[in-house]
Every structure is written in C-alpha cells, then in structure tokens.
C-alpha cells in the first residue's frame, strides 16, 4: 500500500538535545512538508522540499533543519536552539506539477508527538 | 500565516443533522481544500475546489467557493457519530512547483448519538 510513514510516533528530548523526526512516502511524491501543530491551533510551515537536494524555509523555520538526500525522505531534525519544541509534529507529500496540484492534495502521516522533559 | 479562518470554532449537533463549517481567505487563490483530523492523528484530504468552480460535491459533502468574498463552506449532510473530529481549510495561492498550503484554525464538531 502507498503511504507516507512518520516515526517514532512518541519522542522525548531533554534541554539541550537535538532530536530528529522520520518521514518516510512511497507515493512518488517530488514534494514534501513539514507543519507543527499546537494544541488547539492549525498548521503552520516549517520547511519543504520540491526535489531532491532542495528544501526552503516555512513560517516558522528558526530552531530546525532538514535534508532530502533521496525522494523518499525527509527527516526533520529539531535542534537546541528551538526553545519551545513540544508540538505534534505533521510530514505531507503531494505532487508538484502544475495541472495535478489543480486536483490533488497532501497526503499527510499519522504524526510525531514531541515533548520536552 | 495563518490565511484561513474558520468558524465556528466548535460545532455540537445531533446524529442525522447538517453541519456547515466556513472558512475565509485573505488573498488571491488557485485552490482551497479542505481537511479532516481525528484527535491525535494525522489529517485526510477531504475535497478540493479550484478557484474556478462555485460547488463541489463528494458523497455527504458539499463544497462552495465564493472567491469575490473569499470565502468557502463545507456542509456535511446527515452527520454520523463518525464524523467526529476537527476540520481544516487550507489555500493554495501557488501556480506551480510545490503546493506550499496555508491551513486554518480549524473547527471542532462533535456528533452527539
């Protein structure tokens, strides 16, 4: 079955520590994204990738990194340096090409709760 | 940026009533879809309605686009306990390239049996 897999589904970080977050599609999606979710609120942008060996910044990028070495993933690496990081993390995949965004949308994982103690 | 509003913010109807959801934009659109999440997952692509198009339909849901009021609804007819769970819209003002979507606040509904 085609689908887009996020793991672990739980993770804890320590003060301190940097942590990074899988996100694995089989759809043959060029595109990527990662969103955070506060309780309570909508999704806001963190970073996303076209293709392969490009990502841009979202919204809210300060604190994160990623790469996209292969089409299949985008792992999210959330750093020291974001100081409020407890949040329900969301990866998506889409098409990019002009006509199938006109009829297609994202195709999201189950998530990754992550809490700092 | 958050371009979508959405209202109510939280929705309790009967089993077997309608319930409608509305969303407003801030600027131009190619598209505007909309989402469903159920607590603690991730969310499902519902519908999507180009900016062309004033009404769309997929089982019991139904879509309008307003675009001279950028504004959007969605009604889901004769509810189910299972349709229990928050609903986002989201824009997509891109042409082409990666669908770089712009979500909603969202609105709780709860169906009570």
């Known amino acids: 079955d085609g689908g887009i897999t996020q793991s672990p589904k739980y993770l804890f970080r320590k003060e301190g520590q940097n942590v990074t977050l899988s996100c694995e599609q089989n759809?043959?999606?060029?595109?990527m994204y990662w969103y955070r979710q506060d309780p309570g609120q909508g999704l806001r942008l963190i970073y996303y990738?076209?293709?392969?060996?490009?990502?841009q910044k979202g919204d809210i990028a300060e604190g994160y990194s990623v790469s996209r070495e292969k089409k299949e993933s985008f792992p999210l690496t959330v750093t020291s340096a974001q100081k409020n990081p407890t949040a329900f993390y969301l990866c998506?995949?889409?098409?990019?090409?002009?006509?199938?965004?006109?009829?297609?949308?994202?195709?999201f994982g189950s998530g990754t709760r992550l809490t700092v103690v | 940026s958050q371009q979508g509003e959405e209202d109510p913010q939280a929705l309790s109807i009967q089993e077997g009533e309608n319930a409608t959801m509305n969303c407003s934009y801030k600027?131009?659109?190619?598209?505007l879809q909309w989402y469903r999440q159920n607590s603690g997952r991730g969310l499902v692509h519902l519908i999507l309605?180009?900016?062309?198009?004033r009404e769309k339909h997929s089982g019991r849901l139904r879509v309008t686009l307003d675009t001279s009021k950028k504004s959007s609804s969605l009604l889901i007819t004769a509810s189910r306990a299972a349709d229990t769970a928050s609903y986002f819209c989201?824009?997509?003002?891109?042409?082409?390239?990666?669908?770089?979507?712009?979500f909603g606040q969202g609105t709780r509904l709860t169906i009570n049996p």
């Open positions: 309605i180009r900016s062309n198009e």
């Open positions: 759809l043959n999606h060029d595109a």
């Open positions: 989201a824009t997509d003002a891109g042409i082409q390239g990666a669908q770089k979507l712009v």
């Open positions: 600027t131009s659109i190619n598209n």
């Open positions: 990738s076209q293709i392969v060996n490009d990502f």
């Open positions: 998506a995949s889409s098409t990019a090409g002009q006509a199938s965004r006109a009829n297609y949308g994202y195709t």
